[in-house]
């Protein structure tokens, strides 16, 4: 797995990284917003999946398990993080209402492909 890690400037920092599994891509790689504001990242793989994992990395390095998908069209919430995975198994999102300072971090998407 590699990272593509970018500097960060504002009140809440948001950064996605670049998974290197040859099939997931990430967006936007990197972003800033201010507490209080939605945001959504995506992840899209060029193959279909068998299943599909967000993570979060905060600064002390920890890494937080987010969501797992196993199946296509579905769409689960933890705390404030809604995040969903098309019937294909090839596009997620992660989206975050009212973003807080807990939620800066690296976030990452892994794929398991068929
Ligand atoms: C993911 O797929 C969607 C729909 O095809 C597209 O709009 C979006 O730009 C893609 N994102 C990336 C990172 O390729
Ligand atoms: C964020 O999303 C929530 C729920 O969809 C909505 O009620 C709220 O107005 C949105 N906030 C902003 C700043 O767009």
């Known amino acids: 797995m590699e990272t593509l890690l970018q500097a960060?400037?504002?009140?809440?920092?948001?950064?996605?990284?670049?998974?290197s599994s040859q099939?997931?891509?990430?967006?936007?790689?990197?972003?800033?917003?201010?507490?209080?504001?939605?945001?959504?990242?995506?992840?899209?793989s060029s193959?279909?999946?068998?299943?599909?994992?967000w993570y979060r990395q905060?600064?002390?390095?920890?890494?937080?398990?987010?969501?797992l998908f196993r199946k296509g069209?579905?769409?689960k919430s933890h705390e404030k993080l809604t995040a969903k995975l098309d019937a294909k198994m090839q596009q997620s999102s992660l989206s975050i209402t009212a973003a807080q300072p807990s939620h800066s971090g690296t976030y990452f998407c892994g794929g398991e492909a068929q």
């Open 23 to 44: 099939v997931l891509l990430q967006s936007p790689l990197s972003l800033s917003i201010q507490e209080g504001e939605n945001l959504t990242i995506n992840c899209n």
């Open 8 to 19: 960060l400037v504002g009140i809440l920092g948001l950064q996605a990284a670049w998974v």
């Open 47 to 53: 193959q279909s999946l068998y299943a599909l994992h």
């Open 58 to 67: 905060n600064y002390d390095g920890e890494f937080i398990f987010l969501m």
């Open 73 to 75: 069209g579905e769409e």
